[in-house]
């Protein structure tokens, strides 16, 4: 049952048609392994940068995209793909394809723009692919929304019961990952998250390089609602 817990895709016909306020390309990527990654490409005049965005557990990109417009509309291009199972994603879900997914989306961006012109986003259960693929690349900075120290991490909280080490077939250890990260690194967390604690953001800070990682706090912000809070909008705006 650990996947159903875990994720919670919302499939789309494949003659879905997306309608979003920016122009966009429509991407599918055909992997090695006969998976087929949907992607959306938002692309600006004149961008500032591009943003790899690594979206939550659940829903699809006609809800992910709306939630990126709002780096488009700070001039900025935003690639967001749909896990496997998402959307109009097909193929088989692991950890695995989790993160050979992300490296075939930072390929994809690697051959339209400068590495120093990427920036690596990601939100809740993206955080664990974000801290993986800025592990194994140079991008100019990486942003966390709500991220974790690690599935298991989470998992004990939610079910101290159980010896969630031992079942898990999904660990996400950003833990490990961040402390290979040599860019920029931005922490966003809320004191009210009821998804993920706080104290597992600031456990994956106290173990993130102190040279270039800055946490920051939103008081009261839950896990789906910091785009609400005036430090949080400060801060993205700041970064960007």
Known sequence: MQEKMLFHPTVLSQDFKFEFSYP???LFFNTDD???????????????????????????LSRWGIITEF???????????????????TGKLSETALYNDSEFCYNYLKKNYSENDITVYGRSLGTGVATYIASKNNP??????????????VAKSRFPIFPVKHLLKYKLPSYQFITKINCPIYIFHGTNDQVVPYKSAKGLFEVAPTS?????????????????????????????
Do not use: C, W
Request: hydrophobic share 35%; no cysteine.
């Open 24 to 26: 966009f390309e429509e």
């Open 34 to 60: 006969d998976a087929v990654i949907n992607a959306i490409h938002f692309k600006t005049e004149n961008p500032k940068g591009v943003i790899l965005y690594f979206h939550g557990n659940a829903g699809n």
């Open 71 to 89: 780096f488009v509309e700070k001039q900025y291009d935003v690639l967001v793909m749909d896990y496997r199972t998402f959307g109009k994603s």
């Open 140 to 153: 100019k900075q990486v942003i966390l929304e709500t991220p974790y120290y690690s599935i298991i991490d």
């Open 212 to 240: 270039h990682t800055t946490f920051t706090t939103i008081k009261g912000g839950g896990h789906n609602n910091l785009v609400t809070y005036e430090a949080f909008i400060k801060g993205v705006n700041q970064i960007l």
